[in-house]
Structures are given as structure tokens and as C-alpha cells.
């Protein structure tokens, strides 16, 4: 079905866009880079340096995958190996150049990357950490034991120094290469991390279903971002692979893998600046353990544990100046004046042949448990359909099911004419079905105006490209969509809030604002759980006015509600849940005089219909 876009503005060529402040950073970095070797200058430290350049570019990638997207990976020097095998192979047996091996190693790693994200994001938590760590393992190994290609521990020598014509790189310009290149890595990345990118991200690590529900892909996300962090592994590896002469298959340990993981949460996890300040801290480590210099895999675990526990937030990240990603992206934002908001209805809303929403026979089992039991259920077009029903009567079971959180056991569901029973969640959500949650699922580290934007998600066009390098049509979606998201907010009284962290409201807000996120996204049909639930009678007030002012608009919505004042006041039809079935349907004068549902009600250990919380 169409669903309402944005005008697209006439693209301007994909010029980048640089704010004086980020150029300014920019050229400082440079200054730095190009005075420390002139500083130091003996092959001692350059070497340091080097090394330094090179893992800075694989924590500035598992900063992206761990710190935003809260994905763990404890096997990136797996992604590092390939990526020098691969380019000194290639100079070696196939006598490419080092730039040939450039292009192609981390696009190998990128690949390997891609392989083993699909099925290890299947699998949460320790088991990931499991899989990515023995994926470490596996390459080492096949690097230490596999002779014939590698060398084995006894490794490939005669490794040429890379070249331009007769410019041969010594350590200095090698130094320089590798630092500008990180450098020049750091910049694309603060790009995305800044753009709708970099929020994403971050909404998939706090809540990952809510994201799903808002039309988010998560799974390819995540794979996208593995991938992206390979990338990057594996061009550090190209680095590390043509550094010396030699290369043994010493430099992709575990320990290697662990050094990064401590970077990288000793810096500052979903930090700018993070990977910098850990980068450093990590080289500065054998030095300051300087007798144990032998024994690294200890003295890193050792630090990482240590760090987890006093200083979980990194060292950028405890310093509080930063306050994550928030002040950065206020900056970014600049509130551009507000572009007001009305309701406005897709064409499928507003068509009037058949339902807009139809479940037939729909079972859903946990276990033993029938949660829904042959559910039924109609929703026609531009009305208030409320559901009501006592506790566990399987009602946010019923939303779970039709917004693809769970597939039912059995039975259809049809939203506009077409099944969407077996769609994942986010295909739904894209189908126009966008719902709340009866706990507030908030991205609760995003401003309140970058909630209300993942809900432009499936509506913004501007892809990787764009936001990698900043072009001004990028700039320009963005700025619209902040303008579109703070007329929403205005529409919900919440436009004074906008720039604050979602997770600093107060309950009652929060359940608006979630509403004002699903409506953002432009929904054929708003669904939402208990809206009202948990809030005081004030709040209660302010989100019966907006529903009242949406109904007024035609926008098509079920309701989960308690208040059974609300649900007269407010619902076209209703329909009652008492044991995952329906036991009555109707308007709400004829529900709530039903007697079976006064029946299911007084069953409760207090009162009546209308009073009282049901059981
Ligand atoms: P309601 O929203 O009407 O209060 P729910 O849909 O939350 O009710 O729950 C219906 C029944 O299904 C309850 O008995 C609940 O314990 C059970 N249930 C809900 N979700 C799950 C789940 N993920 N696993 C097992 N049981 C569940
Ligand atoms: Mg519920």
C-alpha cells in the first residue's frame, strides 16, 4: 500500500557538508599526527605509534558494533588476520601490490564478517560472546597450523615495503599513511554515528523490539554493523600485515582480541572520543606492566574486569562533560523551527471497502497455556475499537501477535486485504501497523525528539552513503525530519521536553511520547496498550484528549484500556477477553452491560464494571 513520504526535495549534488567546528577538530587531529614523529623521533616510538594507528582502527569499529549498537564481539583479531593474510598473500604469491591488498583485505574480512554475523546474531549474550570468541580462536589457529600458506608460527618474510613509483614507505610515511587513514576512518564514522545511522544504532540497543515495532530491520542492522566492524578489523590487519618485513601468526592471539575489548570499554563505550583514550591507555599498558610483559592475556582480562567493575562507563564515558550521545546530537539538531503536525491518513485508512483489521481463529500456546483461544476480531477504518478484558485475559498477547512480536500458533490475521501472520515485526510495522507497549518501551538514552525521529524510520530515503560522508541532502532530510518531529511533539504538549534524554520522564509522559513515536511513523492502524495504564488522573486527561482529537482526525486505533470511562467515552466498538477468548462485542453500552462480562468483572476481588482495576 502507498504510504505517505516525505517531499523529496530536489537533490543537490552530494556535496559534504563540514561544520567550521568538526574541520577545525579535523586539521587539530592532523597537526598532531604529522608533528609526532618530528617530536619523537626515534624508530622506538614510531613503532609504538603505528601499533597505535592500527588498533585504533579496530576499536573505533567495535566501539560502533559494542558501545552503539550493544552488540559483543571477543574474536576481532580474527578479522585482523584475515585481513593481512589476505593482502600480504596477495603481494606474495600473486604479486599484487600493497594497494591491490588495501582494496581487498578488508573486504575479505567484511565478507567473513557478514558469514558469521547471520547465524551468531540468531544467539544472545554469552552465546555470541562464545561463537565470535572461538571464531578467534579458529582463525589463529588455521594461521598457526596451516604452513603451506601462512608460515605458521615460523611466518612469511620478505614482505615489501608498500610503494608509490620509486617512493618507497618508510616507517615515518608508513606512519602517516596508517594514521591519516584512521583519521580519515574516525571522521566517516563520527559522520554516521551523528546521522540517523548512529540513532538507530542506539535505538536497537535499548529496545530492540520497540525498533522492530517502528519498521527497524534489527537483524540486518546488526549484520550491517558486524559487517562494518569487520571492515575495519581487517584494514588494520592490511596495516599490521605490511608493518615489517616478517608476519607470524603471533599478532592475531586472543589476547590481541582481548586488548581491543579493553579499549574499548576502558575508553568509553558509545563514546566519541572513547576509542582515542583507550587506544592509548592500551599501549601504554605493557610499560606500566612492565613484568608481566609476558604474560598479557592476565594482565588484560585482569584490567577488563577491573574496569567493568569501577569504571563501567569508560573513562570518556565517567568524565560526564560528553553525556554519551546526547549533547553531541542536541548540537547536530540546532531545533529548527517546528513544521506543525496534523494527523494525516494513509489511503488504506480511509478506504471503506472492507476491514481494516480482521484475525480469524487465531490461537496463540506458551507451553500448556491457550494465552488466545480461536480469537475473532474486525476493526473497521477510522474508529476507536477498544479491548477490554481482566488481567491475563491475553489482550497484550492478542497485540503481540498481530504486531508479529510473536507468530500465533495457529489462525490468520489480515491487515487492508493482505495476511500478515507470518511477517516479522518490522515488515508489519512497514505495512502500517505500529503499536505501544504497555510497559513504556522508550529508546530511553535518545532525546525525546530522536525517539519521535526512529518513527520517521521508514520514511527517511537518504542511506549509508549519504550519511557516511554528510552530503547536504542528508543534512537537509534531517533537518526536515527534526522540524516534522518537533510540530509532533508541539501536537503532544511535549515540544518543551524535546531535548532531553527520553529515560528522564516521567512515567505519564513517557506513555505519550511512545504514542507520538507510533504516530510519527504515519500508521494505518495505531495500536495501543493500555495508553492510559499506571498514570495519574492528570495524565489520564492529556492522552483521553489526544485520542479524542485523533478520533476526530480518523485515524484508525485499538485501544487497551482499564478505564472504562475511557473506553465509553472514547470507542466506537468493543470487544472483551475473558480467557484468551471473546466472550462480547458490540458498542460499548451493550459490553458493559453484558452479562457475561459483568460475570468475568465480578469475579474480581473488588467492585463492579467502572469502578475498578479489573483482576
Ligand atoms: P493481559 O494483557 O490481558 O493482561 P497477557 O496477554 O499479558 O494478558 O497474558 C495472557 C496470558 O498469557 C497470561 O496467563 C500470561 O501469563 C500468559 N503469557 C503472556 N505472555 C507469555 C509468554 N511470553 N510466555 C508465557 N506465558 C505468557
Ligand atoms: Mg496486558
Redesign the pocket.
Known amino acids: 500500500m502507498a504510504r505517505p513520504a516525505w517531499s523529496e526535495p530536489a537533490l543537490p549534488l552530494p556535496v559534504l557538508s563540514v561544520s567550521r567546528a568538526a574541520l577545525l577538530r579535523f586539521l587539530l587531529a592532523a597537526l598532531v599526527i604529522a608533528l609526532l614523529p618530528l617530536l619523537f623521533d626515534n624508530p622506538y616510538y614510531l613503532t609504538i605509534f603505528q601499533g597505535m594507528a592500527i588498533t585504533y582502527l579496530v576499536v573505533l569499529g567495535l566501539n560502533l558494533l559494542m558501545g552503539y549498537t550493544g552488540v559483543a564481539s571477543f574474536g576481532q583479531a580474527g578479522f585482523v588476520a584475515i585481513g593481512a593474510y589476505v593482502a600480504v598473500l596477495l603481494t606474495k604469491r600473486l604479486d599484487q601490490s600493497f594497494w591491490v591488498g588495501l582494496l581487498v583485505g578488508p573486504l575479505a574480512a567484511a565478507l567473513a564478517g557478514t558469514l558469521l554475523a547471520v547465524p551468531a546474531l540468531r544467539v544472545r549474550g554469552p552465546f555470541l560472546v562464545m561463537i565470535t570468541a572461538a571464531f578467534g580462536l579458529v582463525v589463529w589457529q588455521v594461521a598457526n597450523t596451516w604452513a603451506p600458506v601462512t608460515g605458521g608460527p615460523m611466518g612469511i618474510s620478505g614482505i615489501p615495503r608498500p610503494a608509490i613509483g620509486d617512493f618507497r614507505f618508510d616507517a615515518r610515511a608508513y606512519f602517516y599513511l596508517v594514521a591519516f587513514t584512521a583519521l580519515l576512518a574516525h571522521a566517516l564514522i563520527s559522520n554516521l554515528i551523528g546521522s540517523r545511522w548512529g540513532r538507530t544504532l542506539v535505538a536497537i540497543r535499548d529496545a530492540p523490539t520497540a525498533a522492530a515495532s517502528l519498521g527497524v530491520n534489527v537483524a540486518l542492522w546488526k549484520v550491517g554493523v558486524f559487517t562494518l566492524s569487520a571492515y575495519l578489523a581487517g584494514l588494520a590487519g592490511v596495516f599490521a600485515g605490511f608493518r615489517n618485513p616478517f608476519l607470524n601468526s603471533d599478532s592475531f592471539r586472543v589476547a590481541e582480541s582481548l586488548g581491543y575489548l579493553l579499549a574499548a570499554v576502558l575508553g568509553g563505550l558509545g563514546t566519541v572520543y572513547g576509542p582515542v583514550v583507550g587506544t592509548v591507555v592500551l599501549a601504554a599498558i605493557p610499560h606500566v606492566f612492565a613484568p608481566l610483559y609476558d604474560h598479557q592475556l592476565l594482565v588484560r582480562g585482569a584490567l577488563l574486569v577491573v574496569t567493568m567493575l569501577v569504571l563501567p562507563r569508560g573513562i570518556v564515558g565517567s568524565l560526564g562533560t560528553f553525556r554519551g550521545l546526547a549533547a553531541r546530537l542536541t548540537g547536530r539538531l540546532q531545533a529548527p523551527p517546528a513544521i506543525p503536525w496534523a494527523p494525516a491518513l494513509p489511503p488504506a485508512a480511509t478506504a471503506a471497502n472492507g476491514p481494516l483489521l480482521e484475525s480469524r481463529k487465531v490461537t496463540m500456546l ?1 507451553g500448556g ?1 491457550r ?1 488466545l483461544d480461536g480469537v475473532d476480531l474486525t476493526i473497521a477504518a477510522r474508529q476507536i475499537h477498544g479491548l477490554i ?1 481482566p ?7 492478542l497485540v503481540n501477535v498481530i504486531s508479529g512480536i510473536y507468530r500465533p500458533t495457529s489462525g490468520s490475521v489480515v491487515l487492508a486485504g493482505r495476511p500478515i501472520d507470518q511477517l516479522p515485526a518490522h515488515a508489519i510495522a512497514r505495512r502500517g501497523l505500529v503499536r505501544t507497549f ?1 510497559t513504556p518501551n522508550l529508546f530511553r538514552d535518545l532525546l525525546v525528539i530522536e525517539n519521535v525521529l526512529v518513527g520517521f524510520h521508514t520514511h527517511l530515503r537518504r542511506g549509508f552513503a549519504h550519511h557516511l560522508l554528510r552530503t547536504r541532502a542528508a543534512i537537509a532530510e534531517e533537518r526536515e525530519a527534526a522540524a516534522r518531529a518537533l510540530g509532533l511533539l508541539e501536537y503532544f504538549g511535549l515540544a518543551d521536553r524535546a531535548f532531553v534524554p527520553a529515560g528522564s520522564l516521567p512515567y505519564g509522559l513517557q506513555k505519550l511520547l511512545e504514542i507520538a513515536r507510533c504516530l510519527a511513523a504515519g500508521p494505518v492502524l495505531l495500536v495501543l496498550d493500555e495508553p492510559a495504564g499506571g498514570t495519574n488522573p492528570a495524565e489520564v486527561e492529556r492522552v483521553v484528549a489526544i485520542l479524542n482529537r485523533l478520533r476526530e482526525a480518523g485515524v484508525s486505533v485499538l485501544v487497551i484500556e482499564h478505564h472504562m470511562d475511557v473506553i465509553e467515552a472514547l470507542c466506537q466498538r468493543v470487544t472483551v ?1 475473558d480467557f484468551g477468548r471473546v466472550i462480547a462485542e458490540g458498542t460499548p453500552q451493550q459490553v458493559l452491560t453484558d452479562p457475561r462480562v459483568i460475570e468475568a468483572y465480578l469475579g474480581a476481588p473488588v467492585g463492579g464494571v467502572g469502578e475498578v482495576a479489573p483482576r
Not at 392 to 397: E, P, R
Open positions: 506458551f497455556l494465552a478484558g488481567n491475563g485475559s491475553g489482550k497484550t498477547t504497555q477477553l
